[in-house]
């Protein structure tokens, strides 16, 4: 379907990947070597589903790139991306408050790419700040991003609502999952984003009072301060669970040891007990449980130099875009929409790469979408610039 609806026609129409930017070169490289460890080790059938999942992100993502080229393309592609996840995440959440704080561990999660609740929770920890920039939108009336309905009154009241309501059954959802990478991730990034607002003092006068009377009135579910609090326990207080993290992670320096360009994307699990110094004492066949390390042990020594790179890459253009909207002489709303994407998809970044170093998503299109919208808005805001150029040339040729 994702073939025949997209990449295709794309594909007819003239459409293809443009490998001139320096992410999508970046990304285009670690798609090589990935095809490279699949072909040269590879994993049977768990391989090629995989595989063949991966180059379909990677071309969608890509190709995303040569056709989102307006703020109202890209503000309704992060509108709806986020929208799509964070109304399910919401629905989970709202239900454990309404139950008086219920657990939701194994009990919450969709299929696809956010099987399993640690996929969930941090799915949709990342995407909480899509649905900030969305909400932010709708206070954006002259760029025409919305429909006219949304811009004033009851509209635009309403979709404030519905994405306030989303945004705390999404935060409720993280913590009710008992994801504690995810929650605190999210933490992290939520006050990253404080920090990064121009009007942060008085987020944080407003806040830290709304935080408390938050965490006095809404319950939380039973166990879970014990639950948090075993991410800094010692040694020997920790569950079984944060106990085996750092043998999954030994298990893939050890396979990189043996493969240094990788086993292949999907692939550690099948080589899991081959490597497993424990022997079995873990189980078999068990998950490597951190994006980074996944990496490590799939794509090998390039893939991960290829992994911080664009990670770094990433971080780069997000600030340059921020930085270019607040040194802009005129602070309109195209600097305000800017800035808000800026801040949003830094926090996302930040929340997936803190998160994702307690479990395996780096395959999935989430952090591969961060990527190459950074690429878009540094594009669309460049170009911003060179049109205000050709009309001030043109007016001047004029008089």
Not at 79 to 84: E, I, K, L, Q
Not at 291 to 297: A, C, G, T, V
Not at 381 to 390: A, L, R, V
């Amino acid at each position: 379907m994702v073939a025949a609806l997209f990449i295709i026609p794309c594909f007819f129409q003239g459409i293809w990947p443009r490998l001139k930017d320096s992410t999508s070169i970046l990304i285009g490289l670690f798609l090589f070597f990935a095809l490279y460890a699949y072909f040269t080790v590879g994993c049977g059938p768990i391989g090629d589903k995989q595989m063949e999942h991966f180059v379909k992100v990677i071309l969608i993502i890509l190709l995303t790139d040569r056709i989102v080229n307006t703020k109202k393309q890209l503000f309704l592609l992060i509108v709806t991306v986020g929208f799509s996840l964070c109304y399910h995440s919401a629905d989970f959440g709202i239900y454990s408050l309404m139950q008086g704080g219920s657990v939701l561990y194994d009990n919450a999660s969709l299929t696809g790419t956010f099987s399993g609740s640690n996929a969930f929770a941090l799915g949709t920890a990342t995407l909480i700040f899509f649905m900030f920039f969305a909400v932010q939108g709708l206070n954006l009336a002259s760029l025409d991003i919305t429909p006219n309905w949304s811009k004033e009154g009851i509209g635009k009241k309403a979709l404030q609502a519905i994405g306030f309501v989303l945004i705390i059954g999404s935060i409720y959802l993280v913590i009710s999952i008992f994801s504690r990478g995810s929650a605190l991730a999210m933490a992290c990034g939520m006050l990253l984003w404080v920090l990064l607002q121009q009007n942060r003092i008085k987020l944080i006068m407003i806040g830290i009072p709304v935080l408390i009377i938050g965490l006095l009135v809404a319950p939380l579910p039973e166990g879970y301060a014990e639950r948090m609090q075993t991410v800094f326990a010692e040694d020997e207080e920790r569950d079984n669970s944060a106990e085996s993290r750092p043998h999954f992670w030994n298990t893939a320096l050890l396979m990189l040891d043996t493969y240094s360009m990788g086993v292949g994307p999907g692939c550690f699990k099948a080589y899991y007990d081959e490597f497993d110094i424990t022997q079995g004492s873990y189980g078999s066949m068990r998950s490597v449980h951190s994006s980074h390390f996944q990496i490590i042990s799939e794509i090998g020594y390039m893939g991960i130099i290829i992994w911080v790179s664009l990670i770094v890459v990433t971080y780069w253009k997000l600030w340059a875009v921020r930085k270019k909207a607040l040194k802009e002489k005129v602070f309109d709303d195209t600097q305000k929409y800017y800035l808000g994407l800026s801040n949003a998809f830094l926090c996302a970044l930040t929340t997936f790469w803190l998160g994702g170093s307690f479990y395996e998503l780096a395959h999935a299109e989430i952090i591969w979408l961060i990527f190459i919208v950074a690429v878009i808005a540094k594009r669309l805001q460049e170009n911003e610039g060179n049109s205000e150029i050709e009309i001030d040339t043109l007016d001047k040729n004029e008089n």
